[in-house]
């Protein structure tokens, strides 16, 4: 028997909006939700959704697609929902998956922010019901974009108070503490943040930072050009090696990610329990307290497509090369993987899979590129405090990338 809580998701078609509307659909938490609104920028029709399909023991679900933050304030906004949204005034839970990239920091901080305050103030004006409020904040805010990183791991909570100031100003997530502690000051809400590093996850038509996306694109196309795969006209029965993309320091430094589903999952679990969770705190979030390497991991993404995963042609450990976020070395020895899809792209079309070509990862793509060469120092996660509250889930971080590129295939992103 559904409940009463009404959830809004904002941003419902990236990486973790579209799990969360996939999780609450697969009734993660019947009992309490009776309504879900999808709300997303780009077009989304339903029957391209790729969740489930409706069912009468669902939540019922609203999908609102054209929603553009940017424009207008929290007043104008409050006046769109109301139009657009079915029983707005029943939102119980907030669930924010909004990022839009620009290549200038401040003013991407200035854009993001804007847009997280007219959200919030419209609901102010129309969401009297209001309970929990829960954001994904980010590595970045632990200073990894600085080359060589800036704390020493594993990353702890605490340490986002003490970030320096200069970098603190490049990125949102401080903007957006500020801007809930104002908020919920005096409110029956309250808020929290979750910190994850890398997602994987599967969204329906492409995302700014999706590196599962990317890198199955790569590896699909990779394996097609050598014989290997569902596609392949003319089969190779030989092994085929696939290096990793970057050097021997990206393969071998420690971090921690995290599946869309496993952060969906605990943010809904949050917002059901706010006196564990609420009151704006932190909680790095991971699929398992032991930290990965990308060099054990590649064998196993490159396997799913046939091929065989080896280390990186370039060796060196790469902490001279001191590159900060998006930057790779001057000549690398091989294209990268961004390189190698915008080369090859033309067999998504001649193979009738031209949707992985609009649907394939957007502003993101050079840093994706450069992930290999940048990442080149530990930064896995503490979990102390997320265990602590008793809700921790623990998965093989594998299953999220094999689960995803199962996903691709049927929704036509990659051969
Ligand atoms: N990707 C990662 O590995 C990663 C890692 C750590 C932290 N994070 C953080 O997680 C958060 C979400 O990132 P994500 O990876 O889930 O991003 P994503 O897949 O690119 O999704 C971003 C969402 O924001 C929406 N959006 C963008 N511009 C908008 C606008 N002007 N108006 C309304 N909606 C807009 C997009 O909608 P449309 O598609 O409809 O335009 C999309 O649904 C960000 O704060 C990011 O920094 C991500």
Request: proline share 6%.
């Amino acid at each position: 028997m559904a409940g009463s809580h009404h959830a809004i998701i904002y941003g419902a078609s990236g990486l973790i909006g579209w799990s969360l509307v996939n999780q609450l659909l697969r009734s993660y938490d019947v009992a309490s939700f009776s309504r879900i609104t999808a709300v997303t920028n780009r077009p989304l029709n339903l029957s391209e959704s790729h969740w489930p399909e409706p069912d009468r023991k669902q939540p019922v679900l609203q999908l609102v697609s054209g929603v553009d933050l940017r424009h207008g304030d929290g007043a104008t906004l409050a006046g769109c929902l109301k139009e657009a949204i079915n029983d707005i005034d029943t939102v119980t839970h907030i669930f924010y998956l909004v990022f839009t990239a620009i290549d200038d920091d401040l003013e991407e901080v200035a854009v993001n922010r804007s847009m997280f305050q007219s959200v919030i103030d419209a609901h102010g004006l129309v969401s009297p019901n209001l309970q929990f409020v829960t954001f994904p904040g980010g590595t970045r805010g632990y200073g990894i974009y600085a080359p060589g990183g800036t704390f020493t791991p594993p990353l702890r909570e605490e340490m986002v108070k003490t970030l320096p100031v200069d970098y603190a100003k490049t990125v949102v997530y401080p903007a957006y503490r500020e801007l809930l502690t104002t908020a919920s000051e005096g409110k029956k809400w309250t808020w929290c943040e979750f910190c994850p590093d890398a997602i994987v996850g599967f969204t329906p038509n492409g995302s700014q930072y999706s590196l599962a996306l990317h890198w199955a694109q790569y590896l699909s196309l990779y394996a097609y050009n050598h014989g290997v795969g569902p596609f392949a006209q003319t089969k190779n029965s030989n092994p085929v090696e696939v290096p990793f993309p970057g050097n021997a320091a990206g393969a071998n430094s420690l971090f921690s990610p995290v599946s869309s589903s496993t952060i969906a999952r605990c943010m809904i679990n949050a917002s059901l329990h706010p006196e564990t969770f609420g009151n704006g705190q932190l909680f790095n979030i991971a699929d398992s307290e032991t930290p990965c390497r990308y060099g054990d991991l590649w064998p196993k993404l490159a396997s799913w497509f046939g091929l065989v995963g080896v280390g990186p042609i370039e060796d060196s450990q790469a902490k001279d090369h001191n590159l900060g976020v998006g930057e790779l070395p001057k000549a690398t020895q091989s294209l990268t993987p961004g390189e190698y899809i915008i080369r090859h792209r033309g067999v998504f079309d001649r193979c009738g899979r031209a949707s992985a070509i609009s649907g394939g990862v957007g502003a993101g793509h050079r840093q994706l590129d450069s992930v290999g060469y940048w990442l080149t120092f530990d930064r896995e996660l503490s979990l102390k405090r997320l265990i602590e509250t008793g809700f921790m889930e623990t998965r093989d971080p594998v299953h999220g990338w094999l689960e995803s590129f199962e996903m691709f295939r049927k929704a036509g992103l990659i051969l």
